[in-house]
C-alpha cells in the first residue's frame, strides 16, 4: 500500500521575513528539538542568518552532531585545494545507521541488470542526496544545510523516525569549501552591526575573483563531466558509492529574482536523459508548490535553465538514474538588501532554501518505491538500447603520447565506464589502430547513455539556445584517434581484457655509457614539465627547429621539429650527474629521454647545428585581478601550476607602472585589464627588449586597443532579419551564438606554435563569437579553421561561413603572439594545451 505523507506540510510556519531572527523563523513550530543536540545558535554564538559561517565553523558543527548523535555519520571524500574537508553527513535511523553497508550495498544492486530483479524495493530506503553551494557566494545554499542538519538530528516525533526509517539523506553542506572560505570573509567583514541594505555599499560588490569558484577559479559546476579538480573527483566517486534517487543542487541567482526550481525548459533537455526523468523532476516539483505556498514565497519553473550540458550537479545525476534538481534563489551576497519591490534579507534567502529540502525530502519518502523502480529500470534499460543502437563500440589511441591517453582513460573508469585492450590490430578510416596500444569502449554496459554523450559528435538540436556548451566530445578535446564500430564482425575477437587502472608507461633513459647529447621528443604531454625541470637546475637546453634522423648502431630514431636536445659538455654538472638528472626527471615526467653517442645524425640537420636553438627557461607574468578575465587566468595558472610546475607572478593591473618587467619574458593578458600609460609604456619597453606579449581570448581586443599588434577582427553582421516582434528578442540573439561548439583546424607542423604535433588536424574548442583575419606574414598563421569547420556542436551557417579559413593563433611582429580562442577551456582540452605551452617555451625562437 502507498504511504502518503503530509506530515510536514500541516506544520505550520511563521510568516515574518526579517534581517534578524530566531532559530523558530526557519523550522517547523510543532516539532520538539532534543535538547542534547547542539542547536545552532547554542554552537556557534549567533543565530543562522546573522553572520555567513565561514566553512570551518559549518564543518565543526557539521562533525559535532556526528559526534553526539546515533542518527549521523560523517564521510569525508575529499579535500579541496586548499586542504578543506569534503563530506557528506549521512543521516537515517539509529538502525539504519548501524547496517548502513549493507543497506549501500543492496541498494547499488538496482543499478546491477544482471542481479536486481530479486530486490524488493519496498523494503528498501531511498537515498536523497542534499547538496549545498557549489559556487561558494551563493550562501543561503550552505547556511540552510546547517538547519536541514539539526532539524532531522535533533527534531523528535513520528514523522521524522518515520522519514528516517525509509531514507538515507546525504548532506553535503558546503560543495565548495575554498570559494565560501572567500565570500564569507569578505561579507562579514564589510557588515555593518546595523544592517545598510543600500545595494551601492562595498559589501554586495565582492572584489575580483569573487568566492563563486574554487582555489583556480574554476566553476564546480561544470567539472561534473571533466573531473578535473579535486572536488569533483571526490563528489563524483561518493555519488557512484551511494547512487542517489535523489540530488539537490542549491544555489543563487540574482538579487531581482524570484526563486525557481527544475523542472526548466523543456525543449532543452538533454536528449539522452530519459523522458520519465523529466516527469519525475515534474511530480517532485509539486511538493516545492506546495511548500513554497505555505511561506508565501514566489517561485517559478520551465521557463529558464537548462539540463542540457550534463557536467552540473542537476544534470549528472539524470543521465544516471537519479533525478537532480537545480533550485535558483534570489541571492543577497550580503545581509540585507534593497531589491526592486522588497528588501531582500539573509534569512529570508536561507528559510526558502530550507524549505524546499524538507519538501525534497517529503518528496523522496512518498515516491520512494517509485524512484527506487526507476533506477532499476534506467540501468536495464541501458543494455536493451545498446543492442538496438548502430554503433557497437568505439575504439581510440594515440600511440604518441601515453600521458594523454592514461588521463582519457582515467575520466572514464571514474565514471565507471568499461574501457577494455584490444587484442587485434584494425584500420578504421585510414588509421591503423594497434592490439596493444588501443582501447575499446562497448556500448553495451550500464553506462551507455553517458558514453553516448562522451563519443558522439552532435550536430542536430531541437534548440538553438544552451544555457552553457553545446558538446563535450571528449575523444575530440584529448586529440585522439577515434572511431565508432558498427559492425558485429568488427568487434569479434577485437575485445581484449579489461583495464583495471589507466596504463602507465615507466619514463626511462635510453642510453650509451657517454652520450654526446641527450634528446627527447615534444609530442609527450610533460615534455614541457621535463624541459622546465631541466631548466630549473640551470642546464642549457636548446630545441630542433627541424626533424632529422639519427642512427649511430645503438640508437636508431627519427625525431621531429621540437625535440628538445641537451648537449652533455658545457653543463655546469658532471657527466654522471646530467645522467642521473636525466634518468629522474625521465621518471618524473613518464617519458623517454635518448641518450645520443654523437654529433652526426644520419638525415636532417646535424646535433651541433644552428638550427637547433638555445632556450631560456620561460618566467612567466601575467595580469590578474579587476579587468583579467578570471576563467581564462584561473585555467592558465592552474595548467603551469599544476602541471607543469612553472611559476606563475599574478600582477595587478595598477602594479605595472612600477613592476620590475625585466624579471619576465612572458607576459599574458586576458580579459580587458585598465593599465595606466605608465604601466603600457612600461610594457612597451619591455616587449621592445625582447619580452613575449601573449594575448588570450579577449585579451586581444586589449592588444589590438593598446596597438601592440594589429589585428583584424570580422565582426558580426547580424542575422540578416529585417523585422521582428518584441518577445522574440532574447531568442534571436541566442541563435547566432557559438555556445562552445567543436571546430577543426589545419596545423603548419613546421611552426614553432605546432611543434608536438603528429597529425595537421586538430579540434579546437570556441565559445565566443570572435573571428579574426590571418596576419599579412604568410608564415606566422600557424592554426586556421579549415574550410568545413565544425566538427560537434552549434553554430549557424553565417557563422561557420565568418569563422572558416581564419586564424586560431597568430604571431604578429615584435614578439606578440594571438590567441583567439581557448586551448586549455576547464582543463579538459588536453589536445589543445600544446600550442599555449609552445608560446610560452618557444615564443622567444619564433622571427
Ligand atoms: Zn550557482
Redesign the pocket.
Known amino acids: 500500500m502507498k504511504k502518503i505523507l503530509t506530515l510536514i506540510l500541516l506544520i505550520s510556519f511563521p510568516a515574518l521575513a526579517k534581517s534578524q531572527v530566531t532559530i523558530d523563523y526557519y523550522l517547523p513550530e510543532e516539532i520538539i528539538y532534543n535538547s542534547s543536540i547542539p542547536a545552532p545558535k547554542q554552537f556557534f554564538g549567533h543565530e543562522i542568518g546573522e553572520w555567513h559561517l565561514s566553512p570551518d565553523k559549518l564543518y565543526s558543527y557539521i562533525l559535532e552532531l556526528a559526534k553526539v548523535s546515533e542518527r549521523a555519520i560523517w564521510e569525508e571524500y575529499a579535500k579541496s585545494y586548499e586542504g578543506r574537508p569534503l563530506g557528506q553527513l549521512i543521516i537515517s535511523s539509529p538502525e539504519n545507521i548501524k547496517n548502513i553497508e549493507q543497506l549501500r550495498q543492496e541498494h547499488l544492486i538496482l543499478c546491477d541488470p544482471s542481479r536486481s530483479d530479486k530486490s524488493d524495493v519496498t523494503k528498501m530506503p531511498v537515498f536523497i542526496k542534499l547538496g549545498y553551494g ?2 561558494g557566494n ?1 550562501s543561503s545554499a550552505q547556511n540552510a544545510s546547517v538547519l536541514v542538519a539539526y532539524y532531522l538530528i535533533a527534531g523528535e516525533g513520528k514523522e521524522i523516525d518515520e522519514l528516517l526509517k525509509n531514507a538515507v539523506i546525504l548532506i553535503d553542506p558546503a560543495l565548495n569549501p575554498d570559494g565560501m572560505q572567500r565570500h564569507s570573509t569578505w561579507v562579514n567583514f564589510t557588515r555593518s552591526l546595523n544592517n545598510n541594505p543600500d545595494p551601492a555599499s562595498w559589501e554586495f560588490n565582492e572584489t575580483w575573483p569573487g568566492g563563486r569558484t574554487n582555489h583556480y577559479w574554476f566553476d564546480l ?1 561544470r567539472d561534473y563531466l571533466m573531473l578535473q579538480q579535486p572536488e569533483s573527483k571526490g563528489r563524483v566517486a561518493a555519488f557512484h558509492k551511494w547512487k542517489p534517487n535523489i540530488n539537490t543542487d542549491h ?2 541567482t540574482g538579487a531581482g529574482e524570484t526563486f525557481f526550481f527544475q523542472p526548466g525548459i523543456k525543449s532543452r533537455n538533454n536528449p539522452l536523459t530519459p523522458q520519465e526523468n523529466y516527469e519525475l523532476t515534474a511530480e517532485i516539483g509539486k511538493y516545492h508548490e506546495k511548500y513554497l505556498n505555505s511561506i508565501g514565497s514566489l517561485y517559478y519553473t520551465e521557463e529558464s535553465f537548462d539540463d542540457f550540458y550534463i557536467g552540473k550537479g542537476s544534470s549528472y545525476p539524470d543521465i544516471h538514474g537519479s533525478v537532480g534538481i537545480l533550485f535558483e534563489q534570489a541571492g543577497v551576497k550580503g545581509h540585507l538588501r534593497e531589491t526592486p519591490g522588497s528588501v531582500l534579507s539573509f534569512p529570508f534567502a536561507i528559510r526558502n532554501q530550507f524549505i524546499v529540502s524538507l519538501s525534497t525530502l517529503e518528496a523522496g519518502l512518498n515516491m520512494k518505491n517509485k524512484l527506487l523502480e526507476n533506477q532499476r529500470n534506467f540501468y536495464k534499460e541501458a543494455l536493451i538500447l545498446a543492442n538496438k543502437h548502430p554503433v557497437r563500440a568505439y575504439i581510440f589511441s594515440e600511440p604518441s603520447d601515453n600521458s594523454r591517453v592514461s588521463e582519457f582513460i582515467n575520466i572514464l573508469m571514474q565514471h565507471r565506464i568499461k574501457v577494455f585492450g584490444t587484442s587485434a590490430d584494425i584500420t578504421k578510416n585510414g588509421v591503423l589502430y594497434k592490439a596493444g596500444n588501443s582501447y575499446i569502449v562497448p556500448l553495451k554496459q550500464t553506462e551507455y547513455r553517458f558514453i553516448r554523450s562522451l563519443f558522439e559528435p552532435v550536430m542536430e538540436f531541437t534548440d538553438s539556445a544552451f544555457y552553457d556548451i553545446s558538446t563535450w566530445n571528449l575523444p575530440m578535446s584529448f586529440n585522439l584517434n577515434y572511431s565508432g564500430l558498427t559492425l558485429a564482425k568488427e568487434i569479434d575477437g577485437l575485445i581484449g581484457s579489461e583495464i583495471t587502472s589507466p596504463p602507465t608507461t615507466s619514463g626511462q633513459l635510453v642510453s650509451p655509457g657517454d652520450p654526446y647529447a641527450f634528446l627527447f621528443e615534444w609530442r609527450e604531454y610533460y615534455s614541457p614539465k621535463a624541459l622546465f625541470l631541466l631548466q630549473k637546475t640551470g642546464l642549457k637546453t636548446r630545441v630542433s627547429m627541424e626533424s632529422f634522423v639519427y642512427d649511430d648502431g645503438v640508437l636508431k630514431k627519427s625525431f621531429s621539429a621540437g625535440t628538445i636536445v641537451i648537449p652533455a659538455s658545457g653543463q655546469a654538472i658532471s657527466g654522471q650527474e646530467l645522467k642521473s638528472l636525466m634518468e629522474k626527471t625521465a621518471k618524473e615526467c613518464n617519458i623517454p629521454i635518448y641518450g645520443a653517442g654523437t654529433g652526426l645524425t644520419t638525415e636532417g640537420i646535424d646535433l651541433g647545428s644552428n638550427r637547433i636553438v638555445i632556450l631560456s627557461k620561460p618566467s612567466v607574468a601575467m595580469v590578474t585581478g579587476e579587468g583579467a578575465n578570471s576563467a581564462d587566468a584561473g585555467e592558465i595558472w592552474h595548467l603551469l601550476d599544476t602541471r607543469f610546475t612553472v611559476p606563475v607572478t599574478m600582477i595587478t593591473a595598477q602594479r605595472f607602472s612600477t613592476a620590475d618587467l625585466k624579471r619576465y619574458n612572458v607576459l599574458i593578458i586576458t580579459g580587458s585589464p585598465d593599465i595606466s600609460p605608465a604601466g603600457l609604456d612600461n610594457i612597451r619597453a619591455w616587449n621592445r627588449s625582447g619580452g613575449i606579449l601573449i594575448g588570450y581570448e579577449g585579451g586581444n581586443r586589449w592588444l589590438a586597443r593598446n596597438k601592440f599588434a594589429e589585428i583584424e577582427f570580422i565582426e558580426e553582421t547580424g542575422d540578416g532579419k529585417e523585422d521582428g516582434i518584441y518577445i522574440n528578442r532574447a531568442a534571436d540573439r541566442q541563435v547566432r551564438q557559438i555556445p562552445g561548439s567543436i571546430f577543426e583546424t589545419h596545423l603548419d607542423l613546421t611552426h614553432p606554435l605546432c611543434f608536438g604535433y603528429t597529425r595537421d588536424i586538430l579540434p579546437v574548442f570556441k565559445s565566443t563569437s570572435t573571428a579574426v583575419k590571418k596576419v599579412a606574414d604568410i608564415y606566422n598563421n600557424p592554426v586556421q579553421y579549415t574550410e568545413d569547420p565544425l566538427l560537434s556542436g552549434y553554430c549557424t551557417v553565417k557563422n561557420i561561413n565568418r569563422i572558416k579559413g581564419t586564424s586560431f593563433a597568430s604571431v604578429h611582429e615584435n614578439r606578440v603572439i594571438s590567441f583567439y580562442d581557448n586551448t586549455n577551456f576547464r582543463a579538459i582540452w588536453y589536445g589543445t594545451n600544446k600550442i599555449f605551452l609552445n608560446a610560452i617555451f618557444f615564443g622567444q625562437v619564433i622571427r
Request: no cysteine; hydrophobic share 15%; proline share 0%.
Open positions: 557549489i559556487h551563493e559546476n544555489h543563487e
